[in-house]
């Protein structure tokens, strides 16, 4: 199971985003991907951070974990061309996310391989996933229960070939500037996957306890006493509606 980390620690993008100053940036990167290699210690899970901005990952890797910086697989990819750059910080993140799949291509296509925004961490990752080796080609997501036209892209996984296939153009055309959002595409996906027969659409068997700060809005997910408090209460419901709901069959 692998989880990639999408990184870019300069940004090229100059709009929606909140986040700008790399410094800043780079110590968010840091602090994530020391919580992930940690995770990665107790459970067969594999990070993978793929980043865009020349940053030199090796280095940043090890001012993260230090001795344990080989738990953690990095690609470095090119800058965004201008047109992507227009197009925003979605279609950018596509072309990463393209290319650290096919990094993997010698992978099972039936292996597990979620994503994550670089910088933020899932509290109950565990909890969210299963162990058990999948034996169909799989699609796990927050899926919500109202507005299926848009779901969250922060934390979300597929089977590698899935990912080649059903995931493969997500993201590639959206613009921010036209208000075509990487988790618009995202939702199509997972509603065509899912009137399909050839993908198990799944919903995440809890929901997802990010935690980090918003690139885009600078509010800082999962630790505020309201957030913490809510979902305190509200966790055995969800948990029985993902449970009764586990198996998503589209809109």
Request: glycine share 6%; net charge neutral.
């Amino acid at each position: 199971m692998f989880i990639i980390l999408t990184a870019t620690v300069t940004p090229q993008v100059d709009e929606h985003i909140h986040v700008i100053d790399p410094e800043r940036r780079r110590e968010q990167y840091r602090s994530a991907i020391a919580k992930w290699v940690k995770l990665s210690e107790n459970l067969d899970l594999q990070p993978l951070i793929v980043e865009n901005s020349g940053e030199d990952l090796p280095l940043l890797i090890r001012s993260a974990v230090g001795h344990r910086a080989q738990q953690m697989r990095h690609l470095a990819v090119s800058p965004p061309p201008p047109p992507v750059v227009l197009m925003g910080k979605g279609a950018a993140e596509a072309q990463m996310l393209n290319a650290a799949i096919q990094s993997l291509g010698s992978v099972d296509e039936l292996e597990m391989v979620f994503k994550c925004t670089g910088r933020l961490f899932v509290k109950n990752f565990d909890r969210c996933v299963t162990q058990a080796p999948t034996q169909q080609r799989t699609l796990i997501a927050d899926i919500p229960r109202k507005n299926f036209g848009w779901i969250d892209s922060r934390f979300f996984g597929a089977s590698l070939g899935v990912w080649n296939s059903e995931l493969r153009e997500v993201g590639v055309t959206s613009n921010d500037r036209e208000g075509i959002n990487y988790e618009h595409e995202l939702a199509t996906s997972v509603n065509d996957s899912a009137a399909s027969l050839n993908v198990a659409v799944e919903n995440f068997r809890e929901k997802p306890w990010i935690v980090g700060q918003s690139g885009t809005t600078g509010h800082l997910y999962g630790t505020s006493f309201i957030e913490t408090s809510r979902r305190t209460i509200i966790r055995p419901l969800d948990r029985l509606r993902r449970h009764l709901q586990a198996d998503f069959t589209g809109y």
